[in-house]
């Protein structure tokens, strides 16, 4: 059994929240059990801190209680994942030396000295993996919000600045990996998730190299579960599209069930900026689930279908087995998808039976 303990940091508007919401979906499509570590201090301030108007006492006393706070959040996961009988990948939404960005160096040792704390602790032998996902506010500007974050209220030089402060937080950590802006957002999300994947040593084929494509396939018919030719994992999906308040924006909710188990998730995409169409992820909760889903839009049918995740012959496949009730020319209707560097002749070849 594995257990990957992975930290996502950065700069405000970096794609931390998509990122963890695609990475969860990719591992639980693999059959791993993931739990995602909310960030603490959006936690602690949507209780009505405002870090903007702390005093510098009073940085330093929320500092100290946000690492106290974070580690317990923290070992609560980790506790809950030695007693998985499944592959587990934790996700923190930033890791406990995030919170030294915040803060001078003497007055986080003072802080590490009141907690009895080390920086190799809390670093190189808490986490396995960290990943700093570069702010927007660094080579895509025209891309940085605040709107999608009720805990952000940087300007873009701030922004810059909190960047480069998270990245030298973990600069000793010797398993850090940066994700630049030098390409679209979704190539910066599968440069994400194929890091850790790599880092992890799993082989999913051609899902994430530069050149691969989407390719799907209708299925006729599938063989029994019991005469399936590989490992799978079936989830139930439900997407319900929503009134948008926004021209041009197009909202959803994804309410995704494995084992009678749901998760839930609320995408935003937004309208084409430069060539680049943003979806922006955020899993939800259930409560939340329900009270969006007032807003439906009932011009657009819901759509019910069975996903099955598969590897074959290290590839990655998903089949999506449409439900009723559905629109008439989906009924019966099985797509197979992957991803693939090959040439349309030379797929055929190598897809499963």
Same mark, same amino acid.
């Given at each position: 059994?594995?257990?990957?303990?992975?930290?996502?940091?950065?700069?405000?508007?970096?794609?931390?929240?998509?990122?963890?919401?695609?990475?969860?979906?990719?591992?639980?499509?693999?059959?791993?059990?993931?739990?995602?570590?909310?960030?603490?201090?959006?936690?602690?301030?949507?209780?009505?801190?405002?870090?903007?108007?702390?005093?510098?006492?009073?940085?330093?006393?929320?500092?100290?209680?946000?690492?106290?706070?974070?580690?317990?959040?923290? $070992?609560?996961?980790?506790?809950? *994942?030695? #007693?998985?009988?499944?592959? !587990?990948? %934790? =996700?923190?939404? +930033?890791?406990?030396? /995030?919170?030294?960005?915040?803060?001078?160096?003497?007055?986080?040792?003072?802080?590490?000295?009141?907690?009895?704390?080390?920086?190799?602790?809390?670093?190189?032998?808490?986490?396995?993996?960290?990943?700093?996902?570069?702010?927007?506010?660094?080579?895509?500007?025209?891309?940085?919000?605040?709107?999608?974050?009720?805990?952000?209220?940087?300007?873009?030089?701030?922004?810059?600045?909190? $960047?480069?402060?998270?990245?030298? *937080?973990? #600069?000793?950590?010797?398993? !850090?990996? %940066? =994700?630049?802006? +030098?390409?679209?957002? /979704?190539?910066?999300?599968?440069?994400?998730?194929?890091?850790?994947?790599?880092?992890?040593g799993i082989n999913v084929g051609d899902r994430f190299k530069a050149n691969s494509r989407k390719v799907k396939f209708l299925v006729s018919s599938l063989p029994d579960d019991k005469?399936?030719?590989?490992?799978?994992?079936?989830?139930?999906?439900?997407?319900?599209?929503?009134?948008?308040?926004?021209?041009?924006?197009?909202?959803?909710?994804?309410?995704?069930?494995?084992?009678?188990?749901?998760?839930?998730?609320?995408?935003?995409r937004k309208p084409e900026l430069q060539g680049q169409t943003v979806e922006v992820k955020q899993p939800i909760s259930q409560r939340d689930y329900i009270n969006l889903l007032a807003?439906?839009?009932?011009?657009?049918?819901?759509?019910?279908?069975?996903?099955?995740?598969?590897?074959?012959?290290?590839?990655?496949?998903?089949?999506?087995?449409?439900?009723?009730?559905?629109?008439?020319?989906?009924?019966?209707?099985?797509?197979?998808?992957?991803?693939?560097?090959?040439?349309?002749?030379?797929?055929?070849?190598?897809?499963?039976?």
């Amino acid at each position: 059994k594995r257990i990957h303990k992975l930290v996502l940091t950065g700069g405000p508007c970096g794609g931390k929240t998509t990122g963890q919401a695609m990475l969860a979906t990719f591992f639980e499509n693999l059959g791993w059990k993931v739990f995602r570590v909310p960030e603490t201090a959006t936690v602690l301030m949507s209780g009505g801190i405002s870090f903007g108007e702390l005093n510098e006492e009073q940085v330093l006393d929320f500092q100290e209680h946000l690492v106290v706070t974070m580690m317990a959040l923290e $070992d609560t996961y980790f506790s809950m *994942a030695e #007693r998985c009988d499944q592959n !587990v990948l %934790i =996700i923190a939404d +930033r890791g406990v030396m /995030d919170a030294s960005a915040f803060i001078d160096r003497q007055a986080w040792e003072k802080i590490l000295a009141k907690l009895s704390l080390e920086d190799i602790e809390i670093s190189d032998n808490r986490y396995n993996h960290v990943v700093h996902m570069q702010s927007a506010a660094i080579g895509a500007e025209n891309f940085y919000s605040t709107e999608d974050h009720a805990a952000r209220f940087e300007g873009l030089e701030l922004a810059r600045e909190r $960047d480069r402060r998270a990245m030298d *937080a973990w #600069r000793d950590h010797p398993y !850090v990996d %940066i =994700i630049d802006n +030098r390409s679209d957002f /979704d190539s910066k999300i599968n440069r994400l998730i194929d890091l850790v994947v790599k880092r992890i040593g799993i082989n999913v084929g051609d899902r994430f190299k530069a050149n691969s494509r989407k390719v799907k396939f209708l299925v006729s018919s599938l063989p029994d579960d019991k005469d399936f030719p590989v490992k799978f994992t079936d989830f139930q999906v439900v997407h319900h599209y929503l009134h948008s308040a926004q021209k041009g924006y197009q909202t959803r909710l994804r309410k995704r069930v494995r084992n009678g188990r749901p998760t839930y998730t609320f995408t935003v995409r937004k309208p084409e900026l430069q060539g680049q169409t943003v979806e922006v992820k955020q899993p939800i909760s259930q409560r939340d689930y329900i009270n969006l889903l007032a807003h439906r839009d009932d011009s657009h049918l819901p759509v019910f279908k069975t996903r099955r995740c598969f590897l074959y012959q290290s590839q990655q496949y998903q089949l999506d087995i449409y439900r009723s009730p559905c629109h008439s020319r989906c009924k019966g209707l099985i797509l197979l998808e992957t991803f693939t560097t090959l040439e349309d002749d030379e797929i055929k070849k190598y897809l499963p039976p």
